[in-house]
């Protein structure tokens, strides 16, 4: 199965900070990459898409260099609320299934 | 916007106990809906895609025999465990695509927590 990449963190920041986090994945004709926010044990929920044009979404911006087959997420302005792991998520080029990373887990602190 | 019911949220059953999990998707159609298992601290695995009216399709190292899919309506797809055993306590989670374009993300379910005693 096809490799999708992410530092397993803990990053630990104080509320206001920015923080990014990286993803590296593996197959060059993935179609489609998305953001995930998953609470602890908790169902996955949709953050953002990621397009190569870039994409915010308030204090949230994703990057997609697929050139280098890189993801990004950007938090400015960490709230404590932020506290979750953050999936990395690639669409193979054939059917519709997803392909996890494991995901980077962040803590907000006051 | 689109949501995915999945029932029961959690089970404690004795080993060699058959479970049931269902997956509906509320309000709209799924040909596809999918099957997901997360261990502690790890991804989420990828199971088998659930695929209305048909066989579904296993990912290499998920026994069919053991984990039964079917997937009789549009809205409704049901994964059994049969005669579970401790190492299948896990998070199982379904998921479903409202649309067909190749950006449309998936909905998941809350997911099932799965302990066999």
């Known amino acids: 199965r096809k490799e999708v990449e992410q530092d397993p963190g803990p990053f630990n920041v104080p509320e206001g900070a920015t923080v990014a986090f990286n993803c590296t994945y593996s197959n060059s004709a993935s179609q489609s990459f998305f953001w995930y926010r998953q609470d602890c044990r908790k169902e996955p929920k949709l953050l953002m898409s990621v397009y190569s044009s870039g994409n915010e979404d308030g204090r949230f911006t994703a990057q997609l260099n697929r050139a280098s087959q890189y993801i990004s997420l950007l938090i400015r302005d960490s709230k404590l609320s932020d506290s979750a792991t953050y999936l990395c998520?690639?669409?193979?080029?054939?059917?519709?299934?997803?392909?996890f990373g494991k995901g980077t887990s962040l803590l907000v602190t006051p | 916007g689109a949501v995915v019911s999945q029932h029961p949220s959690r089970v404690i059953c004795k080993s060699g106990t058959s479970v049931k999990i269902e997956c509906r998707s509320l309000?709209?159609?799924?040909?596809?809906m999918f099957w997901y298992r997360q261990f502690p601290k790890k991804s989420l695995m990828l199971m088998a895609t659930s695929n209305e009216g048909s066989k579904a399709t296993y990912e290499q190292g998920v026994e069919k025999d053991k984990f039964l899919i079917n997937h009789a309506s549009l809205t409704l797809s049901t994964l059994t465990v049969t005669s579970a055993h401790p190492e299948d306590s896990s998070f199982y989670i379904c998921s479903a695509r409202p649309g067909t374009g190749l950006n449309q993300p998936q909905h998941f379910g809350d997911g099932t927590r799965l302990s066999i005693l």
């Open positions: 998520v690639v669409k193979e080029e054939t059917g519709y299934a997803l392909n």
């Open positions: 309000d709209f159609q799924a040909t596809t």
